[in-house]
Each structure stands twice: as C-alpha cells, then as structure tokens.
C-alpha cells in the first residue's frame, strides 16, 4: 500500500494543514501552536512541492492480472521480473522515466527526447510461463532496433528471462519477460 502512496501528496497535505493552522493560530494569539505549524508545516509543504516536481507516477496495469496468473507468478516469476514489476508500478522521484537508466545501458535510450516511455505493464501466461510484459510508447525506436537488441535484453535481465519484443500498433513496443524455469543468481 504504501507503494502506492505518493510522498509528494502526502507532504503536501501534511505540510499544507499544519502550515494552515499556524496561520490560524498566529492571528488567534496561541504562540505554541503558532510555532509548530510554521516550523514543520512550511518545511513539509515545501519538500511536498519539490517532491511532486520531482514526482514520477506507476506505470498502470494494462489490464487487472487474473487469479491464475498470480499464482503463476508466485509458482515461477524471477527476482528480476518481481523486482521490475514492484519497481514500475509505484511512485519514484528523481528519475525522469521508468527503467530509464536500463534503456540506456541497452542503447534505446541515445537522448531523452528520444527514450520510450513505459505506458503501462500487464501480468500474463505465454504457454504455461509467468510472462510481464511492458508496453512502451517508441515513436523514436522502430521495432528492428529494439528486435537488435533483444539478445542483449536477455542477458541483461536473464537468467531465467527469455525475451520477445512485438509491436501491436504503430509507435507501440511489448516487451515480453517470460519467465523459462532456469534458475539462476536471485
């Protein structure tokens, strides 16, 4: 849950209350309340809009993951795909796109005008195998430079990974991290 929370709204609130009721307090003569929703409310308020400016959102699931395919997950999904998968969907800050410094170290990445942008993230089975696919916006990056890269891909997110890159419409890339039953360093 609390990935799910974002920090930034949370400071922001927080902040902005108690810096409210310090205001309230100040024209209302109550000295000790007046001091504390100053001294923590302005600094909370302002590391809830610099959080917030810094503030990069989870990507959504594409669609719900179905019950047979949690328990796949849990029977056969890699530390990497976990870590992927727990990585993407929650709030981050300071990074200006998800899996970022990963595009990258692919070379899908040359300038940041240039890199995909991760949309959205969906939980499957491709023939009995846990599969997380990430789909991203690539109108930069055909299809046959990332279909290049693909036995990089592997080894980078391998052991255990077998990787397939399709383009279900134009501009759009799904990548397939199929979990192969290997188990290797987690």
């Known amino acids: 849950m609390l ?7 949370l400071g922001l609130i927080v ?3 108690l810096t409210l009721i310090g205001f309230v307090a100040y ?3 109550q000295a000790t309340l007046n001091l504390a929703g100053f001294f923590y409310g302005i600094p909370l308020l302002l590391g809830g809009l610099a959080l917030k400016a810094a503030e990069l959102l989870p990507a959504p699931f594409i669609q719900p993951t179905s019950a047979a395919v949690l ?27 998800h899996l970022d410094s990963s595009l990258s170290f692919l070379g899908l990445s040359p300038m940041d005008e240039q890199r995909p942008v991760l949309v959205g993230v969906k939980e499957e089975e491709t ?16 299809l046959d430079v990332w279909q290049q ?11 255990g990974i077998r990787v397939e890159i399709s383009q279900p419409e134009d501009e759009i890339i ?13």
């Open 3 to 9: 990935r799910q929370t974002s920090l930034a709204m």
């Open 127 to 142: 023939n009995g195998a846990y599969t997380l696919l990430l789909r991203f916006d690539s109108p930069q990056i055909p």
């Open 149 to 159: 890269k693909q036995e990089k891909m592997t080894n980078y997110f391998g052991p």
């Open 174 to 186: 799904d990548l397939s991290l199929i979990a192969t039953g290997e188990k290797g360093k987690g």
């Open 27 to 29: 024209f209302t003569d």
């Open 71 to 97: 328990n796949l997950r849990e029977q056969q999904a890699t530390a990497t795909q976990n870590q992927v998968r727990k990585d993407v969907t929650r709030y981050r800050y300071g990074q200006k796109a």
């Open 15 to 17: 902040g902005g209350s």
